[in-house]
């Protein structure tokens, strides 16, 4: 097959799933997942993400997968409206090196005066770090800027009355992991610290917590680096609770409300928005098209192998 010699920056792929005809059924949560930037296996990760997530919960997907050049802003964040319509914002993506004030405030702004909550996995903590605005910080709950060696993390469960918490056990360990440095804020509530086993006074961070800024709920975790740690049954169950907190979809017990659960689901096709390097959107209706249509996607090498 001959491509097309232009560069996919953007791509973001609907996920529709039909839920059971219960009287109890809600539409479904309308989920965007931002995810990208290298240093990590976003690709797998996009899929371990979506399909643990809308296993567990009543949550429809759409996703960016996107790399941008060191600096350069990514073009999700472009784009007018680009969080309306959604409940939650899942960020997944590494975007260190852009630091203009503005456009870091900008994608605050969004979830602080929508309202749409955030979810905000391992390297997240990290995106906007080289910026001076705090805005991004006061959205996540924490200030990190580095991260110490990669072992198998010891989780503590230390907000065992928290509903996202209820059911996780008191301490579990990663197969693998790598820590980040956490300063809490006082906005946030930690529900979890890790560190390496046997050094826990040496090594201890806040690991998981949530954060309420204006509007935005926040559910995050630096736990996330390697896809063996995603794949925990354990984990997932982790982020399935923290996405419905975030929505305000997670009752008491820990539970998701009615109408949020797990439900019988039916798989429609998948539909691609496409957004391509001159600034041109294209849409198709399936796959097959987009595959037809001889793009060709940029990708950024996962674990710092550039």
């Given at each position: ?16 799933l039909?839920g059971?005809?219960s009287?109890?059924?809600k539409a479904p949560l309308?989920?965007?997942l931002i ?5 990590h296996?976003y690709?797998?990760q ?5 399909e ?6 009543n949550?429809?997907?759409e996703?960016?997968?996107e ?5 350069e ?6 784009q007018k409206d680009?969080?309306?319509g959604?409940?939650v914002v ?9 630091s203009e004030?503005?456009?870091i ?5 969004a979830h602080?005066?929508n309202?749409v909550g ?6 997240a903590?990290?995106t906007?770090r080289?910026g001076?605005?705090k805005?991004w910080?006061?959205?996540v709950?924490v200030e990190?800027r ?8 010891v989780?503590k469960?230390?907000g065992a009355?928290h ?9 579990w360990?990663?197969?693998k ?5 956490t300063t809490?804020?006082p ?7 890790g ?8 090594t ?6 949530v954060n309420?800024?204006?509007k935005?709920?926040?559910?995050a975790?630096?736990?996330g680096?390697?896809n063996?740690t995603m794949l925990q049954e354990?984990y997932?169950?982790l982020l399935?609770r923290?996405?419905?907190?975030s929505?305000?979809k ?6 998701p ?5 797990k ?7 998948v539909?691609?928005?496409v957004?391509l390097a001159n ?6 209706g ?6 037809r ?5 940029d990708?950024?090498p ?5």
């Amino acid at each position: 097959m001959t491509f097309r010699s232009i560069t996919l920056t953007f791509l973001a792929a609907g996920v529709a799933l039909a839920g059971s005809a219960s009287a109890e059924d809600k539409a479904p949560l309308r989920a965007l997942l931002i995810t990208g930037g290298g240093y990590h296996d976003y690709v797998t990760q996009k899929k371990i993400v979506t399909e643990g997530v809308s296993a567990r919960a009543n949550v429809d997907w759409e996703f960016v997968l996107e790399n941008p050049k060191k600096g350069e802003y990514p073009k999700i964040y472009q784009q007018k409206d680009w969080i309306k319509g959604f409940d939650v914002v899942v960020h997944n993506e590494c975007y260190a090196k852009y630091s203009e004030d503005e456009g870091i405030n900008s994608v605050v702004k969004a979830h602080v005066e929508n309202g749409v909550g955030a979810v905000m996995i391992h390297c997240a903590m990290h995106t906007f770090r080289d910026g001076k605005t705090k805005e991004w910080d006061k959205l996540v709950g924490v200030e990190s800027r580095r991260h110490g060696a990669k072992f198998p993390i010891v989780v503590k469960n230390v907000g065992a009355k928290h509903p996202v918490m209820l059911g996780t056990p008191a301490t579990w360990t990663t197969p693998k992991g790598e820590l980040y440095h956490t300063t809490i804020l006082p906005s946030a509530t930690a529900l979890a610290v890790g560190f390496k086993d046997g050094q826990q006074d040496e090594t201890k961070q806040a690991c998981i917590w949530v954060n309420e800024y204006g509007k935005a709920r926040t559910f995050a975790t630096t736990l996330g680096h390697h896809n063996e740690t995603m794949l925990q049954e354990g984990y997932l169950d982790l982020l399935t609770r923290g996405l419905l907190w975030s929505c305000g979809k997670l009752d008491a017990n820990g539970k998701p409300a009615a109408g949020y659960g797990k439900t019988a689901r039916l798989e429609r096709d998948v539909k691609f928005r496409v957004l391509l390097a001159n600034g041109r959107t294209e849409r198709f209706g399936t796959g097959r098209e987009l595959i037809r249509s001889g793009l060709t996607l940029d990708f950024v090498p996962c674990c710092g192998n550039e």
